[in-house]
């Protein structure tokens, strides 16, 4: 039996090079004659339809303006944006973590949530670092208020915070000052280039002053270690981003999550925040407290307020005198500096108004270390 197809069959598959194959509104051939397929010579396109091509270049057109958004945020904003992103996604998780399992049903399984919830913030305050670290600090020196598993993570938030390299840190020094830090023409005649101690929004150097000249003409002998203070150059970019991301979730927490009234409270701690930024207005606060106790009789002779030098000190940049002591809190180095019993302890515990008024040094606690002195002082 043979097959008897018309010719007019066969001239309604269009070819390749048809502009109604390119068009794709000639396939009525394939519909109306199925079986013929296998004698076309192209039954399918070879490009894909105009449809995913579409999907295709905005998928690849969107990944490219989120490349270009990342290396921009980091290179030129700080990350700043990706911190954001990253407190808002936790913040947000957190809240649905405690409105789903804190409830009296799950009674038994607080203890987890608590150890979960733990885990994001002190992750979240350790990625974005900065000015997050100093409000982990804060939550930690007042963590006898939180469930366990917080007051365990939050400890480690006092240990020293990550350096930045000295190339960084020559940086910043020669924009603030005019000169480097040392070497020919230097502020300094000794700059120890790695850090004594770093905090969450500067970092300290140790340093020796350029000898006096003598009324002979000869330099004198005598050495001058100073402590000096860099800040980090990332916060001050990074600090209204954080201050924004702050107030969003004190406002989420308020009007949404929780109904707690917290919000009240923003505005204030972003002024006391930004005023942590300025030096300079540490360094009054340093030299005020020094007259203050100068001409106090109850800590004139217990308690010793290191000198700034304001020629070298400015918005960024603070230099002090170098004072060598243990922190109050080395129970052993205080120990050893003045024996098994002291017979002569220093006034840390004076009273609560005078700890508070020498507060006034700095409103940076990170910093703000309290020392027992060789000679019993307490150098603030």
Same mark, same amino acid.
């Given at each position: 039996m043979s097959l008897a197809v018309s010719a007019s069959a066969f001239t309604t598959l269009p070819s390749e090079a048809s502009p109604c194959r390119r068009s794709g509104e000639c396939r009525t051939a394939d519909l109306r004659y199925p079986r013929?397929?296998?004698?076309?010579? @192209?039954?399918?396109?070879?490009?894909?339809?105009? &449809?995913? &091509?579409?999907?295709? #270049?905005?998928?690849? %057109?969107? =990944?490219?303006?989120?490349?270009?958004?990342?290396?921009?945020?980091?290179?030129?904003?700080?990350?700043?944006?990706?911190?954001?992103?990253?407190?808002?996604?936790?913040?947000? !998780? @957190?809240?649905?973590?405690?409105?789903w399992n804190f409830t009296?049903? #799950?009674?038994?399984? @607080?203890?987890?949530?608590?150890e979960r919830v733990a885990d994001r913030v002190f992750n979240l305050l350790t990625s974005n670092g900065g000015l997050y670290i100093k409000i982990g600090q804060a939550i930690g020196a007042n963590a006898a208020l939180l469930p366990k598993p917080m007051q365990v993570r939050f400890a480690s938030l006092f240990d020293d915070a990550p350096q930045i390299p000295y190339s960084v840190v020559h940086d910043v020094?020669?924009?603030e000052l005019g000169r480097p830090p040392s070497g020919p023409g230097g502020v300094f005649e000794i700059f120890e280039e790695q850090a004594v101690a770093s905090a969450s929004i500067a970092q300290v150097h140790k340093a020796k002053l350029w000898p006096r000249i003598g009324?002979?003409?000869?330099?004198?002998?005598?050495?001058?270690?100073?402590?000096v203070?860099?800040? #980090?150059?990332?916060?001050s970019t990074q600090m209204e981003w954080d201050l924004g991301a702050y107030r969003m979730v004190m406002w989420m927490f308020e009007h949404w999550a929780f109904d707690l009234p917290v919000y009240f409270v923003v505005d204030f701690v972003s002024d006391h925040l930004r005023q942590e930024l300025d030096f300079i207005r540490e360094a009054d606060n340093a030299r005020q407290t020094a007259e203050f106790v =100068?001409?106090?009789?109850?800590? &004139?002779? #217990?308690? %010793?307020?290191?000198?700034? %030098?304001p020629e070298y000190s400015t918005k960024k940049v !603070?230099?002090?005198?170098? @004072?060598?002591?243990?922190?109050?809190?080395?129970?052993?180095?205080?120990?050893?500096?003045m024996g098994e019993h002291p017979t002569s302890a220093p006034l840390p515990f004076i009273d609560p108004m005078s700890a508070a008024f020498l507060g006034r040094l700095?409103? %940076?606690?990170?910093?703000?270390?309290?020392?027992?002195?060789?000679?019993?002082?307490?150098?603030?």
């Open positions: 013929l397929r296998q004698f076309a010579t @192209i039954s399918e396109p070879l490009h894909p339809p105009r &449809r995913l &091509r579409k999907y295709v #270049k905005r998928t690849g %057109y969107l =990944a490219l303006g989120l490349g270009v958004l990342y290396g921009v945020d980091k290179y030129y904003n700080a990350s700043s944006i990706i911190r954001n992103f990253r407190t808002l996604w936790t913040c947000a !998780m @957190i809240t649905a973590d405690y409105k009296p049903e #799950k009674t038994k399984q @607080i203890p987890q949530l608590h020094f020669v924009k009324t002979d003409g000869q330099p004198e002998k005598e050495e001058r270690w100073v402590a203070k860099i800040q #980090k150059p990332d916060v =100068a001409n106090e009789p109850l800590l &004139r002779d #217990k308690v %010793y307020i290191p000198k700034v %030098y !603070m230099t002090a005198e170098w @004072i060598d002591g243990v922190r109050l809190s080395d129970r052993e180095g205080v120990f050893r500096l700095t409103r %940076y606690p990170c910093l703000r270390v309290r020392l027992v002195t060789p000679d019993a002082r307490q150098a603030s």
